[in-house]
């Protein structure tokens, strides 16, 4: 995408006028609170333009036919308005569009005709509005679409095939929002999801099918929720899986093999939650793990985490077990403390830890 000389910002206009030049590739009209609507055949005439920034107004409404003309726009930024809703198929002529952003507008809701004709786009940012629920096929018209941004939402719902269509998206962006259930299936059709943000909202349980249809994540964050319930097969088959994330919840136990799929998990966060005890062998296969966060628990003692009956562990791992009630017995004599594996506690070891 080319970079054009924007047009003039025009402080007194009303609203936008359709006697734009019909040459014109980059239209940026922001930061204008007299605007409020965008009439039928606005854009008609400006063909060939890429880029349209109509930032920091105070756009309300959006007619069904505002968009019609943008044949060859690329980009398109309604961020920091007032739209409380879109007509359905308003971006119907947009197929060149890559990305759309509609950041901090008043909107509460999509159908599975919104974002029709929009094959092309890759990118779509729809934080900080007011949407309660995801429809089922809301985004199936979104073919080619590598990220979506929900976040700073006021999310509640997500129906079944929500996310139908989306098989190409990568990064998934759900925090800050109202979630406190994630059914069986609620990423199905996510076949190529890699990066999932579900942190800050109330999700209290993760169930078995929960990742169904994602089995290419690398990146889960699950911080800040309410999270007391893991079952043991919640993360079966998320082989690809680096960097899991589950800080300040409510986990007081884990299940046994509840992280055996996990070969290739390099970060695992547990800080912050309520653990009384982690299982023996809990990251038995996890031999490529660099980090592990237990600080912040009510751990006692720590079992090796990584085998039963011997001394396999990956090297260089850092291992964070701050602020436990720890007291020294022979299940902790598995770990190493500054020898040349770069084994280490952070800040806090029992007085009479001795197990060198």
């Given at each position: 995408?080319?970079?054009?000389?924007?047009?003039?910002?025009?402080?007194?206009?009303?609203?936008?006028v359709?006697?734009?030049?019909?040459?014109?590739?980059?239209?940026?009209?922001?930061?204008?609170?007299?605007?409020?609507?965008?009439?039928?055949?606005?854009?008609?005439?400006?063909?060939?333009?890429?880029?349209?920034?109509?930032?920091?107004n105070?756009?309300?409404?959006?007619?069904?036919?505002?968009?019609?003309?943008?044949?060859s726009?690329?980009?398109?930024?309604?961020?920091?308005?007032?739209?409380?809703?879109?007509?359905?198929?308003?971006?119907?002529?947009?197929?060149?569009?890559?990305?759309?952003?509609?950041?901090?507008?008043?909107?509460?809701?999509?159908?599975n005709?919104?974002?029709?004709?929009?094959?092309n786009?890759?990118?779509?940012?729809?934080?900080?509005?007011?949407?309660?629920?995801?429809?089922?096929?809301?985004?199936?018209?979104?073919?080619?679409?590598?990220?979506?941004?929900?976040?700073?939402?006021?999310?509640?719902?997500?129906?079944?095939?929500?996310?139908?269509?989306?098989?190409?998206?990568?990064?998934?962006?759900?925090?800050?929002?109202?979630?406190?259930?994630?059914?069986?299936?609620?990423?199905?059709?996510?076949?190529?999801?890699?990066?999932?943000?579900?942190?800050?909202?109330?999700?209290?349980?993760?169930?078995?099918?929960?990742?169904?249809?994602?089995?290419?994540?690398?990146?889960?964050?699950?911080?800040?929720?309410?999270?007391?319930?893991?079952?043991?097969?919640?993360l079966?088959?998320?082989?690809?899986?680096?960097?899991?994330?589950?800080f300040?919840?409510?986990?007081?136990?884990?299940?046994?093999?509840?992280?055996?799929?996990?070969?290739?998990?390099?970060?695992?966060n547990?800080?912050?939650?309520?653990?009384?005890?982690?299982?023996?062998?809990?990251?038995?296969?996890?031999?490529?793990?660099?980090?592990?966060?237990?600080?912040?628990?009510n751990?006692?003692?720590i079992?090796?985490?990584?085998?039963?009956?011997?001394?396999?562990?990956?090297?260089?791992?850092?291992?964070?077990?701050?602020?436990?009630?720890?007291?020294?017995d022979?299940?902790m004599?598995?770990?190493?403390?500054g020898?040349?594996?770069g084994?280490?506690?952070?800040?806090?070891?029992?007085?009479?830890?001795?197990?060198?």
């Open positions: 995408m080319v970079a054009m000389p924007a047009v003039a910002q025009q402080d007194a206009l009303s609203q936008i359709n006697d734009l030049p019909s040459d014109i590739i980059h239209i940026s009209i922001t930061n204008n609170k007299n605007i409020t609507f965008i009439i039928d055949g606005t854009f008609s005439l400006v063909r060939q333009c890429r880029v349209l920034v109509l930032h920091g105070a756009i309300s409404e959006v007619a069904q036919l505002a968009l019609v003309g943008l044949w726009l690329e980009y398109l930024d309604m961020s920091d308005n007032a739209i409380t809703a879109l007509p359905d198929r308003v971006f119907a002529e947009l197929n060149k569009c890559e990305w759309i952003l509609l950041v901090e507008n008043h909107i509460t809701q999509f159908t005709e919104t974002f029709y004709g929009l094959e786009l890759q990118g779509l940012d729809v934080s900080k509005n007011r949407i309660s629920t995801l429809p089922s096929m809301v985004f199936s018209s979104l073919s080619n679409l590598q990220k979506l941004y929900l976040s700073w939402n006021r999310i509640q719902s997500i129906e079944p095939g929500a996310f139908s269509g989306l098989r190409n998206c990568i990064h998934l962006y759900l925090e800050s929002n109202r979630l406190s259930n994630l059914n069986t299936g609620t990423f199905d059709g996510l076949n190529n999801l890699q990066k999932l943000s579900l942190h800050n909202n109330s999700i209290t349980a993760l169930n078995s099918g929960t990742f169904d249809g994602a089995h290419e994540l690398r990146i889960i964050f699950l911080g800040n929720n309410q999270i007391h319930s893991v079952s043991s097969g919640v079966n088959q998320l082989s690809n899986l680096h960097t899991l994330d589950f300040r919840n409510k986990l007081s136990s884990l299940p046994d093999g509840v992280f055996d799929d996990l070969e290739n998990l390099s970060v695992l547990l800080r912050f939650n309520e653990l009384n005890e982690v299982p023996e062998g809990m990251v038995l296969n996890s031999q490529k793990l660099l980090e592990l966060n237990l600080g912040f628990n751990l006692t003692t079992p090796n985490l990584f085998s039963c009956h011997c001394n396999k562990h990956p090297e260089n791992m850092r291992l964070d077990i701050v602020e436990n009630p720890l007291v020294w022979e299940r004599c598995w770990i190493k403390i020898d040349d594996r084994w280490w506690y952070v800040e806090y070891l029992p007085n009479d830890f001795r197990c060198n």
